[in-house]
């Protein structure tokens, strides 16, 4: 009668096995997400034609020393000051209704188009032209509108400041 088997041993993976396991392993990987792989590569491509990605390179090479440099930078009073000034205007466009603002932005550029077909016109404005050209209705409309916009600047806004 045979003995029984108590002791059962692995046979033993070499070390060009385990590599060629983890190479097809990778290749699987590659073939499942090749859409992914092309993306990568282009987005890589585009870096190094554009010369991002040395400058990457660059400053991940050097990154204790480039971190030494913007902490030092941002120390200074002026940095820390422009720092704080962009958050705050970050933040303040955000308060901005773009739809309210874009038919007066409209209007702008009809008037800055308007200006640039004779920005130095010969002519000149006396005080009879004026009360003539307040009969004009665009002309009656842009003041009604500069009038509504001056009202609206001189509200008082302390209550909805952010210092």
């Not at 070390?15 to 097809?24: D, M, T």
């Not at 010369?51 to 030092?72: A, M, P, W, Y």
């Not at 308007?114 to 920005?119: F, G, L, N, T």
Request: hydrophobic share 40%; charged share 30%; proline share 4%.
């Amino acid at each position: 009668m045979a003995k029984p088997i108590r002791d059962i041993e692995p046979i033993p993976i070499s070390k060009e096995q385990e590599r060629e396991n983890a190479i097809n392993e990778i290749l699987d990987k590659l073939a499942d997400n090749q859409e992914a792989v092309h993306s990568t590569l282009d987005l890589i491509a585009s870096l190094q034609k554009s010369g991002i990605l040395h400058i990457l390179t660059g400053l991940f090479s050097e990154g204790d020393k480039v971190l030494d440099v913007i902490v030092q930078e941002a120390a200074k009073e002026e940095n820390t000051n422009a720092i704080r000034n962009l958050l705050l205007l970050g933040g303040t466009l955000g308060t901005i209704n773009v739809k309210e603002l874009e038919p007066l932005l409209l209007k702008i550029n009809h008037g800055v188009a308007r200006v640039a077909e004779d920005p130095d016109p010969d002519e000149k404005t006396g005080y009879v032209d004026l009360v003539k050209k307040l009969k004009d209705p665009q002309i009656n409309r842009s003041l009604t509108v500069l009038f509504r916009f001056l009202e609206g600047m001189g509200e008082k806004t302390e209550q909805e400041e952010r210092n």
